[in-house]
């Protein structure tokens, strides 16, 4: 894959993370600037100039968290997510939710967003420790629009963070006026 297309998978991904989470490709394709249907479940050659298919806001050619004809090492993986007070600590009893991706690449940069539904959102942040634990913000997301939250381009982490992401020690959660702790929470896996 050439250097243009390794810097630009990123942005793809978290194009394609938005559109999925808001549910406006379902069972679509892109190809020559047009949006075409597909119906083969099949994460297509990035070369083809198409876009994977999208079905109620999940990926479909997904096998064990790597997308299919992608370059060896190129991705640290992707982690769909889906957010819930149960996993915060302490547990939060809320009908707060959220949904999204999150890609950490191999090269230690973050892409991804979340949606969230029932919380009046203040922070939403990718922050660094073990299930059940709480620990420090490592990345801020920033609100792109009404109950939506994106990691900020260029966003990396470090060697120790990566390390951390990689035994499952990074975890999103999202902070509302009623919990400034943390509302809504996932743990992000590399698996």
Do not use: F
């Not at 919380?119 to 299930?131: L, N, Q, V, W, Y």
């Not at 997301?141 to 120790?160: I, N, Q, R, Y």
């Not at 963070?161 to 896996?189: D, F, K, T």
């Amino acid at each position: 894959m050439n250097t243009i297309a390794r810097k630009l998978m990123p942005v793809l991904l978290g194009a394609l993370t938005v559109i999925g989470a808001t549910g406006c490709a379902s069972q679509a394709g892109m190809m020559d600037g047009k949006m075409q249907s597909k119906s083969e479940g099949k994460m297509p050659n990035m070369s083809e100039g198409k876009m994977p298919n999208m079905s109620n806001g999940k990926m479909q050619g997904m096998s064990d968290g790597k997308m299919q004809d992608m370059s060896e090492g190129m991705m640290g993986g992707m982690s769909a997510i889906k957010l819930d007070g149960m996993h915060e600590v302490p547990p939060v009893k809320t009908a707060a939710m959220g949904h999204g991706a999150i890609t950490v690449s191999a090269d230690k940069s973050v892409t991804g967003s979340i949606m969230t539904m029932g919380i009046d959102a203040k922070a939403s942040h990718i922050h660094e420790g073990a299930t059940g634990t709480n620990g420090p913000v490592i990345i801020p997301l920033s609100k792109s629009a009404d109950d939506a939250w994106v990691v900020p381009v260029g966003a990396m982490l470090t060697d120790d963070q990566y390390a951390s992401y990689m035994a499952g020690n990074l975890y999103v959660n999202v902070h509302s006026a009623a919990h400034p702790n943390g509302e809504i929470r996932v743990q992000l896996s590399p698996k």
